[in-house]
T-cell receptor, first 113, second 116 residues
């Protein structure tokens, strides 16, 4: 079975620019997660979707970050405008409903100059 | 609220020696506990998980972990390190949200270096 797909793998932008990341979860996985992993730290949950609805976005900086999952399948995470401190790896994960195991994609490494 | 503390951000072991990575958790409800491994430039891969069944959990690549409620610990061990075990390891705690997946809280990670 295909895993979680993410693109792009790497992105370099200047501060105040905007950027978008794409995630395609494992087929049939209703739950989708976006994490931010700053260098030297563990991943931190930004937002969790159940189908196309938001379950938890309490740690999403909503003044600059947005995410959508319009058709309940793939998802886009956007940052506008980017700050230096947004440099991190952005991980997408998916899971079946009512299960405890999340499957992670390879991540997108963002560098903000 | 849940939290995880991993003792030691870096661990260096010799090939063939015991690998021991420490993890302590805090949870207001019976936790689910996980160990993930991350190789360079890759996502996280599940090593093993505890979900209230047997307290000694065996995972992939020869790793195992023991859940100790009295010590709020979930330490990861492997009897004999291999060069391919060099990676970063994350302990995580979660609460299963009915009909909405689970919410993982990760520790800060422990980077393992294996010396020949």
């Amino acid at each position: 079975e295909a895993g979680v797909a993410q693109s792009p793998r790497y992105k370099i932008i200047e501060k105040r620019q905007s950027v978008a990341f794409w995630c395609n979860p494992i087929s049939g996985h209703a739950t989708l997660y976006w994490y931010q992993q700053i260098l030297g730290q563990g991943p931190k949950l930004l937002i969790q979707f159940q189908n196309n609805g938001v379950v938890d976005d309490s740690q999403l900086p909503k003044d600059r970050f947005s995410a959508e999952r319009l058709k309940g399948v793939d998802s886009t995470l956007k940052i506008q405008p980017a700050k230096l401190e947004d440099s991190a790896v952005y991980l997408c994960a998916s899971s079946l409903v009512d299960t405890d195991t999340q499957y992670f994609g390879p991540g997108t490494r963002l560098t903000v100059l | 609220a849940q939290s995880v503390t991993q003792l030691g951000s870096h661990v260096s072991v010799s090939e063939g020696a015991l690998v021991l990575l420490r993890c302590n958790y805090s949870s207001s409800v019976p936790p689910y506990l996980f160990w993930y491994v991350q190789y360079p430039n890759q996502g996280l891969q599940l090593l093993l998980k505890y979900t209230s069944a047997a307290t000694l959990v065996k995972g992939i690549n020869g790793f195992e972990a023991e859940f100790k409620k009295s010590e709020t610990s979930f330490h990861l061990t492997k009897p004999s390190a291999h060069m391919s075990d060099a990676a970063e390891y994350f302990c995580a705690v979660s609460v299963l949200i009915k009909a909405a997946g689970n919410k993982l809280t990760f520790g800060g990670g422990t980077r393992v270096l294996v010396k020949p």
